[in-house]
C-alpha cells in the first residue's frame, strides 16, 4: 500500500498569502495518478486537481498542482477567505489511499 | 445537474447489517464508475469501494474486504453498499462519488453509527 504523509500538518496564514502543501508517498506514484481535495466543515470535499496539475472546470487557476514520482505539491498562490479549510491529496495508482490531511487556518 | 443522493444510513448494533443506497440524476450514470467513500468523525477519508461502469470491475479496501459489497443497478440509476458484519470502526458519513481516479461529484453524504 503507498502510504502519503501531508505536510505541514497544519499551516497557519493570512488572506493573500501563498499556501504550499506538501504529499509525500512511500513509493512511487505511477503516471502522476494524484489527487487533491478541499473540504469545507459540515461539506463533501471537492476535487481540486487530477493526475498530480490538471484542475478540473471551474476550479479557480489559483489552485495548482505539481510534482512526480513521490512528491507533490499543491500551491494556492493568493489566499482568498473561502480557501481556508482541510487538504487531503489521494493516490489512484496502486490501489487507493489518501493522506491524513493538512489544515489551512487563519492566522 | 449531477446529483447523488445517499441514503439508508442509520444505527446499528455491532455484528449488524445496513444497505447504502445512492440515487443519481443528472448524468448518463450507465458511463461511469462510481465509488463509496468514508470518513469518520473527526478522520480524514477512507476510499471504501469502486465498480465500473459495467459492475465487472470491483475494489474494496482491506478494511471491509469479505463485508461490504458494492453493487449497482443502471437501470435505475442506483448504486449500493451492502454492509455486513458491522464493527464499531465502520461509524462514519458514507459518501457516493462519482469516479474511481479522481473523484469528480460527491454526494451530501449518510451517516451509519455501530454501537450497542
Known amino acids: 500500500e503507498i502510504v502519503l504523509t501531508q505536510s505541514p500538518g497544519t499551516l497557519s496564514l493570512s488572506p493573500g498569502e501563498r499556501a504550499t502543501l506538501s504529499c509525500r508517498a512511500s513509493q512511487s506514484v505511477s503516471s502522476n495518478f494524484l489527487a487533491w481535495y478541499q473540504q469545507k466543515p459540515g461539506q463533501a470535499p471537492r476535487l481540486l486537481i487530477y493526475?498530480?496539475?490538471n484542475r478540473p472546470t471551474g476550479v479557480p487557476d489559483r489552485f495548482s498542482g505539481s510534482g512526480s514520482g513521490t512528491d507533490f505539491t499543491l500551491t494556492i498562490s493568493r489566499l482568498e477567505p473561502e480557501d481556508f479549510a482541510v487538504y487531503y491529496c489521494q493516490q489512484y495508482a496502486t490501489s487507493r489511499t489518501f493522506g491524513q490531511g493538512t489544515k489551512v487556518e487563519v492566522k | 445537474q449531477v446529483q447523488l443522493v445517499e441514503s439508508g444510513g442509520g444505527l446499528v448494533k455491532p455484528g449488524g447489517s445496513l444497505r447504502l443506497s445512492c440515487a443519481a440524476s443528472g448524468l448518463t450514470f450507465s458511463d461511469y464508475y462510481m465509488s463509496w467513500i468514508r470518513q469518520a468523525p473527526g478522520k480524514g477519508l477512507e476510499w471504501v469501494s469502486y465498480i465500473d461502469s459495467g459492475g465487472g470491475e470491483i475494489y474494496y479496501a482491506d478494511s471491509v474486504k469479505g463485508r461490504f459489497t458494492i453493487s449497482r443497478d443502471n437501470a435505475k440509476n442506483s448504486l449500493y453498499l451492502q454492509m455486513n458484519g458491522l464493527r464499531a470502526e465502520d461509524t462514519a458519513v458514507y459518501y457516493c462519488v462519482r469516479g474511481h481516479h479522481g473523484l469528480e461529484v460527491w454526494g451530501q453524504g449518510t451517516t451509519v453509527t455501530v454501537s450497542s
Open positions: 493526475h498530480a496539475f
